[in-house]
């Protein structure tokens, strides 16, 4: 029996249980022996014209080795947009020299001693700033009138796509529309930033920090400070949550190493959770408007996405979400007619990143949501009309007329399995009850069916590296170009390797995140480790036993045809000869046995499920509990269960989050009010029910394990269903909307309006 | 998040904490569970420079009655820590609210480090524990160089991070009324539950205490007159909010949070009378 799809327990657990991770915080290296600790100067204001910054009483300090100001970078350039299609005028300095553009801006950098030292000199560093209105909403910013980037003459980074046309929703017998807000939220890792550089003499500087992926980081530290990348050694040490914040580099992991050649000596920081609430990217931040137009039947005939990315100050990843959003518009509807157009904006705020789904729960969530307004908008069951619009079962690639083209997918029986394991009926039976008895608490059902794209080219392809080795004494080493932080590759990629060659998954180590030992790699992002990294390690054990053929055909001389693995022995051997063969480790004594390969996917892959979210409303105070929340997720072939349903059951629980409690708020002038976690509530056990998750599994075609991603699908499933769910349990109160989260007084307040309203209509 | 530069002082004994207090005059603090101060000082907004650690001063730790009959009191150590309030069984059979309420306070970390004693004095609105003991009545017993006094809930808690304490005090013990088989109800409103109170009501024996509705615990005065002259729990719940003086935060503006105080202070009310 294979030991893909078992449930093998992680195999990195004990060291991290016992020991403990090593996160770049942690490290004790001989490199970092006498490192400087780095703390950020960043403005208090959100957008101002610097006048003046005072280094003078910090100087003075205890500890206080250097402070580092904008006057001090000019072998440095500021940093230019990420993507060719921003206007190019929105560049980012290292530290801000004549104006600052959200709380968090860097402004100069103090290196002390001992890093305790730092912040009581960052608080001497005088900084005079003239302030200048803050540009808090992507309304504001559309508006022009205060222009972050002068010299741009507009606050949009980019446009995508077109109006719809005047004719539209035309012919239409229910034409609904919804503004909707995709809230702002915070990715807030355990692990917050660090970096630690320190140069060689052989003028190579190696750097540690926490990301997703050691040579995208590399390669970007390479254009950012204009080196040759291969003078960079990056290694990830273990990391503690990324959920897509820590994609790629941060500009102040390059600082580091630029601080390290600027003072000559190495040079280390880790940001506090003030200010990783601050400086990390967000995630999130749209303003949308769907509308929908369809038959009284409850057929959809045409939709529309209309929406504003908010990307914070200076672009990021945010600037091209967008494209995801606009691609995944309709979903999983066979809606004739689509349309969609984004804007990506500046604002004075954090810039925003991917996080967790990364414009596809932003696509979701307007679909559901619209779903939903249009079933109340005509009182038909919301069940009903999603069966009616999905797209039939298909086996063959589907194109959408937004472009996406499906891999496969049945999302009937997806909403189907979901319905059934919820058993929708009883509840709906359940929350009749309730609303004729008038119960303080009553019940509320959401759904969501969704689709996703997972594996999408991330700029660096859809391929993935791996090299693997057999060593004499009987183990393997698997190298890989993704970047586990918490998703448990050390596992599973050992299984596929094992799976093949017999050997022991404890004997097989995994190795990540070093460039000097892996230079090719597209990291842990967009769900795409195992259908590309994994698919990696399956290419190079097939390599390597047909490297392992060729040599043991001649030690053994036999046909190569004729040899055939023994999983039993971990070795090839003669057909019909038992007991005649040669294990590989017997072939590594000889010569390495070692192949490196690259699996090219050539394409995404589109996981699809349907998610049933139960809340108990009180309806005197407006608090939603969410009490039962049943999934389908099929991922396609399902490597190892443990590690899939631990993606579920942390993607839903983020998914819950958004949808109930987590919001990034800033005030009038630009100042956040949620910068410490008492001020931003992350979810914790205590507000979420046991899950109960459903199997459904779909191969997809697009790679030999027949693998989609995992990762991001309980998020996008879970945030609109539970929206959805809240709503509902308000719907025979006369509430058609709460936008996320959906907190008790947003929720008190529609019902209390919906009272309101019907009873102006009654007079 | 590291704080400001201090000075660490361990003592053994409310004695010395007294004197140490003299020594170091208002930049002291004391230092109980540290789970309200040390999260404060990070973030620097308390920039205390003397700290003064009182958790090891091992006599502070206690639940007892205290006298016997009618006026008896439950006397309880500032120093005793929520978990131990929690699970005290003269407590829950003397004084049932406040172990329930205890057993609510923040997270098991919390429970496992905060005192009464500490809560007590660090007058935040949106405690717990006060609310309880306002609502119980008795008194905070104080300790000073010129020695102890009491001073009733009702005086004691006199504005956001206010009370009737002086520098030189600090608080040794709480006393509050056995309420035996009596009725109580707590409510306590959070869209997390490790969370402080949006709204917190507390009712026992006819009065009635809210969290988070004015610069420090409140009593809801105007409801507990309503009920003495025989208003229904629903006819008296609805004046709760009279006499507050709510704040506005992003959890809930005045109106929202006026609201919450008259729909908890009903349902307290109720579940203390059994409804």
Not at chain 1, 732 to 761: C, F, K, Y
Not at chain 2, 146 to 168: C, H, I, L, Q
Request: aromatic share 6%; charged share 20%; proline share 6%.
């Amino acid at each position: 029996m294979s030991i893909l799809g078992t449930r093998v327990v992680r195999t990195e657990d004990p060291l991290f249980l016992t020991r403990g991770a090593t996160y770049t915080d942690d490290l004790v290296d001989d490199r970092l022996t006498g490192a400087l600790h780095a703390t950020f100067v960043r403005s208090q204001v959100a957008h101002g014209r610097l006048l003046s910054v005072d280094t003078s009483a910090a100087l003075e300090a205890p500890g206080v080795v250097a402070v580092v100001t904008a006057a001090d970078l000019s072998d440095l350039v500021p940093l230019p947009p990420p993507f060719p299609f921003i206007n190019q005028e929105m560049t980012r300095p290292w530290l801000a020299s004549d104006r600052v553009r959200f709380v968090g801006d860097p402004i100069a950098v103090v290196l002390t001693e001992e890093r305790y030292q730092g912040e009581d000199a960052a608080e001497l560093v005088a900084v005079d700033i003239d302030p200048l209105p803050a540009v808090v909403s992507t309304a504001d910013a559309a508006r022009d009138e205060v222009l972050l980037f002068p010299e741009a003459g507009t606050n949009v980074m980019a446009s995508f796509g077109e109006p719809a046309p005047a004719d539209f929703f035309d012919g239409c017998e229910v034409v609904v529309t919804q503004a909707l807000v995709n809230q702002r939220v915070a990715p807030v890792p355990l692990e917050s930033r660090a970096a630690a550089a320190s140069w060689g003499a052989d003028g190579r500087v190696t750097v540690w920090c926490t990301n997703q992926g050691a040579q995208q980081a590399r390669g970007q530290l390479g254009d950012w400070l204009k080196m040759d990348p291969d003078l960079i050694h990056l290694i990830t040490p273990d990391v503690g949550g990324g959920f897509g914040a820590k994609i790629g580099a941060d500009p102040e992991y390059a600082f580091v190493a630029w601080l390290a050649k600027h003072v000559g000596r190495p040079v280390r920081w880790a940001e506090s959770r003030s200010e990783n609430l601050v400086g990390m990217l967000h995630g999130r931040g749209q303003d949308q408007v769907v509308t929908i137009g369809g038959r009284r039947d409850g057929t959809v005939e045409a939709y529309s996405l209309v929406f504003d990315q908010d990307c914070g100050a200076y672009p990021r990843i945010g600037a091209v979400l967008p494209t995801l959003t606009m691609l995944m518009a309709p979903g999983v509807y066979g809606f004739p007619k689509v349309h969609s157009q984004g804007r990506a904006l500046a604002t004075t705020t954090t810039s925003i990143g991917a996080y967790r789904g990364a414009g596809r729960p932003e696509a979701t969530a307007a679909v559901e949501r619209a779903i939903d307004l249009f079933a109340a908008e005509i009182g038909m069951d919301p069940a009903d009309v999603r069966r009616k619009n999905l797209l039939p079962a298909f086996h063959e690639p589907h194109t959408t007329p937004m472009g996406a083209t499906y891999d496969n997918g049945d999302y009937t029986v997806a909403l189907d399995k979901a319905l059934d394991a919820a058993g929708y009926a009883d509840l709906r039976a359940e929350q009749a009850r309730r609303r004729e008895a008038g119960d303080a608490r009553q019940l509320g059902i959401g759904l969501s069916v969704y689709v996703e794209i997972t594996g999408a080219d991330n700029g660096a392809g859809t391929k993935e590296a791996a090299e693997l080795e057999v060593h004499p004494d009987g183990t393997a080493t698997v190298l890989t170009g993704t970047s586990p932080h918490g998703q448990g590759h050390a596992t599973a990629w050992a299984m596929i390797a094992s799976d093949q060659l017999g050997i022991p998954v404890e004997k097989i180590t995994v190795v990540h995140g070093d460039t000097d030992r892996v230079p090719e790699g597209g990291g842990t992002m967009g769900s795409r480790s195992l259908q590309q990294g994994g698919a990696a390690v399956h290419q190079a054990a097939g390599e390597l036993i047909e490297l392992a053929r060729r040599r043991a055909a001649e030690k053994l001389e036999a046909n190569p045809e004729d040899l055939v693995v023994d999983l039993g022995m971990a070795g090839l051997a003669v057909r019909g000869t038992p007991g005649v063969g040669v294990t590989f480790a017997e072939l590594a004594a000889d010569d390495r046995l070692l192949v490196n390969t690259v699996f090219n996917a050539n394409a995404p892959t589109f996981p699809f499920g349907a998610h049933v979210a139960v809340v108990e409303l009180d309806v005197e105070s407006g608090k939603a509990q969410v009490v039962r929340m049943v999934t389908v997720d099929d991922a396609g072939t399902i490597v190892n269960p443990l590690l899939a349903e631990g993606q579920r059951h942390g993607g839903i629980a983020q998914g819950v989050a958004q949808a109930l409690l987590e919001e990034v708020l800033y005030d009038e002038d630009g100042n956040p009010t949620t910068s410490t976690l008492a001020d931003y509530p992350f979810i914790s056990a205590t507000e979420l029910p046991s899950f109960e998750l459903v199997e459904m599994s779909t191969p997809t075609p697009m790679n030999p394990l027949g693998a989609k991603g995992i990762g991001e699908a309980g998020t996008i499933g879970s945030t609109p269903a539970v929206q959805n769910a809240v709503i509902d349990a308000a719907a025979h109160l006369g509430v058609r909307h709460v936008d996320m989260p959906a907190t008790p007084m947003r929720v008190w307040r529609a019902i209390r309006q919906a009272g309101h309203n019907a009873s102006q209509e009654g007079n | 998040m590291i704080p400001s530069p201090f000075e660490y002082v361990k003592v053994r004994s409310v004695d010395e904490a007294l004197a140490a207090l003299t020594e170091h005059g208002e930049d002291a603090k004391l230092l109980a569970g540290g789970h309200s101060l040390l999260p404060i000082m990070k973030l620097r907004l308390a920039i205390p420079t003397v700290l003064i650690d009182i958790s090891g001063i091992s006599d502070l730790s206690y639940v007892r009655v205290d006298g016997d009959g009618p006026d008896a009191m439950v006397a309880i150590g500032a120093g005793t820590r929520h978990f131990e309030l929690e699970r005290d069984d003269v407590a829950r059979t003397e004084v049932p609210l406040l172990p329930h309420v205890a057993g609510r306070v923040g997270d098991p970390q919390v429970r496992h480090r905060g005192t009464i004693g500490g809560t007590t004095a660090h007058s935040d609105p949106a405690s717990d524990l006060p609310t309880a003991l306002l609502a119980l009545g008795g008194t905070v017993v104080l300790q000073g160089p010129g020695g102890r006094r009491e001073v009733p809930v009702t005086e004691f808690w006199t504005g956001f991070f206010e009370t009737a304490m002086s520098p030189d005090e600090m608080v040794v013990e709480l006393r509050v009324p056995r309420t035996g088989s009596i009725g109580w109800g707590y409510e306590k409103f959070t869209r997390r539950e490790n969370d402080w109170p949006i709204v917190a009501a507390a009712a026992v024996d006819g009065r009635v205490a809210l969290a988070n509705m004015a610069g420090s615990v409140v009593r809801a005065t105007a409801t507990e007159e309503a009920l003495a002259r025989g208003a229904s729990i629903a006819e008296a719940a609805e004046l709760a909010d009279q006499g507050t003086s709510p704040g506005a935060d992003m959890h809930a503006d005045q109106e929202y949070r006026r609201h919450l105080a008259r729909l908890l202070t009903r349902r307290a009310l109720e579940t203390a009378a059994g409804v």
